[in-house]
Nanobody, 120 residues
Framework: VQLVESGGGLVQYGGSLRLSCAAS????????MGWYRQAPGNQRELVAS???????NYVDSVKGRFTISRDNAKNAVYLQMNSLKPEDTAVYYC???????????????WGQGTQVTVSS
């Protein structure tokens, strides 16, 4: 199983970006999915999460600006980021709890990370 992210880049203050993450491989089912970020010198933090049923959760600093969504048919999760600020600059990681189609075990998977840079 592999998670592949896309959509990062450089954007100006107040701009928008949309991150995408698709899971591939031998997948039985996908449970919770989420986006984390890590800025230099900081610990990795949970930005947003979404359950298999669509319930969402956000860190306070992004509420009202970011929206997480998922497409279960595509095994994908997205993060729409609006009104971006310089403090949003970080490497963003996709995370998913996936039941492997071969082992039938629940495993925690991570993407490779995508850089988001917001200039002031």
């Amino acid at each position: 199983v592999q998670l592949v992210e896309s959509g990062g880049g450089l954007v100006q203050y107040g701009g928008s970006l949309r991150l995408s993450c698709a899971a591939s491989g031998s997948i039985h089912s996908i449970h919770g999915m989420g986006w984390y970020r890590q800025a230099p010198g900081n610990q990795r933090e949970l930005v947003a999460s979404i359950s298999s049923g669509g319930s969402t959760n956000y860190v306070d600093s992004v509420k009202g600006r970011f929206t997480i969504s998922r497409d279960n048919a595509k095994n994908a999760v997205y993060l729409q980021m609006n009104s971006l600020k310089p403090e949003d600059t970080a490497v963003y990681y996709c995370n998913a709890y996936i039941i492997d189609g071969i082992t039938i075990k629940l495993e925690d998977y991570w993407g490779q990370g995508t850089q988001v840079t917001v200039s002031s």
